[in-house]
């Protein structure tokens, strides 16, 4: 679903959900497959940053920090709404 760059900006939303999924596997995919939107995927940036600072999985952590780090690539105006919705 990631490789569908701007294209799969509808899932964002459903993926960000996913990241509250009880099982790790599903997060991370969720993650994974968000930092893979690029741009796209900052629809689920605050989600993404939840799970960095807090997922009980250190994979899932790991997983979302690389995906904040791949939709601030493609929108840095992301790094200013993550700071705003972890106040």
Do not use: H, I
């Amino acid at each position: 679903l990631g490789r569908f760059g701007a294209a799969g900006a509808p899932a964002a939303p459903a993926l960000a959900r996913a990241l509250a999924d009880p099982a790790p596997q599903v997060r991370a995919a969720a993650a994974a497959a968000l930092g893979r939107l690029g741009r796209s995927g900052g629809l689920g940036a605050a989600a993404l940053a939840r799970s960095a600072a807090s997922d009980s999985s250190a994979a899932v952590r790991a997983l979302a920090v690389a995906a904040l780090a791949d939709v601030r690539r493609g929108a840095p105006s992301v790094a200013r709404e993550l700071v705003s919705s972890l106040a």
